[in-house]
């Protein structure tokens, strides 16, 4: 892990893998006047900000939670801003991703996509592939539940077809047929806008993850707010079950 140092004091060491619950978006535009779309516009600018930051600093991994299952539920407008602003974001910053050595990977189910939105998330994994520096992990038409059925679903099938046994059934085994199973798990899961759950994202892998919570919208987080959260995961003692260092 890269040690930083924030404000000039002896450096600590950035989590490897942070994940961001990007919330707000719509909030921010109510209290401005402006139309949702807008905030979602200010939202891609701020994952903008926040790509880069996130790879000066020093984070492995940055999960980003682009658009979940249940967001299908939202009006047919919204929806197809947002999409809109999913291929904007890929045909305008995939350059700029593979130019700085950032990798590109996808969660979620692919099966329900429409054919040219799947293509351009294939596309940017594709590009990137063999691309050494920070991964970006982009959480889209995902849903943490689903991804558990998915996994068991895999699982099951292994058991009919691979002859593996019920018994060699383990949380680590069950692991391996989550949708990366490659990636360590998060250090830091990050949601904006006050919002304090989940909702549905990263619920197995964030078993032992520190959360924080800031009440910045989206639109407005930059790298700066990015620090305040690392900051605060230094000042949390990682257990994991077990018992502090000082034996408490």
Request: hydrophobic share 40%; glycine share 8%.
């Amino acid at each position: 892990m890269a040690k930083v140092s924030f404000d000039g004091t002896s450096g600590f060491e950035v989590p490897r893998h942070v994940a961001i619950i990007m919330d707000g978006n719509g909030r921010w535009a109510a209290a401005r006047g402006l139309p949702r779309g807008e905030g979602h516009r200010r939202g891609v600018e701020a994952l903008r900000r926040t790509v880069r930051a996130a790879g000066e600093i020093g984070i492995g991994i940055l999960t980003i939670f682009a658009f979940s299952s249940e967001n299908w539920s939202r009006p047919q407008s919204e929806i197809r801003d947002l999409l809109g602003l999913l291929r904007l974001f890929i045909r305008k910053d995939l350059s700029e991703l593979n130019r700085n050595n950032v990798r590109v990977r996808v969660i979620g189910d692919r099966e329900t996509l429409s054919d040219d939105v799947r293509g351009l998330l294939e596309e940017a994994e594709e590009l990137t592939r063999n691309n050494s520096g920070m991964t970006l992990v982009v959480a889209f038409n995902y849903g943490a539940r689903q991804e558990i059925a998915r996994a068991a679903q895999r699982i099951a099938e292994a058991v009919v077809s691979r002859g593996l046994s019920p018994a060699d059934i383990s949380a680590d085994k069950l692991s391996e047929f989550m949708d990366a199973p490659d990636l360590p798990d998060p250090d830091l899961i990050i949601r904006t806008s006050g919002e304090q759950r989940l909702s549905n994202f990263l619920l197995w892998q964030s078993a032992y993850s520190e959360l924080v919570f800031m009440p910045t919208f989206w639109p407005d987080f930059d790298r700066t707010t990015l620090e305040q959260a690392i900051s605060e995961y230094a000042r949390r003692e990682r257990r994991f079950g077990g018992l502090a260092a000082a034996g408490t």
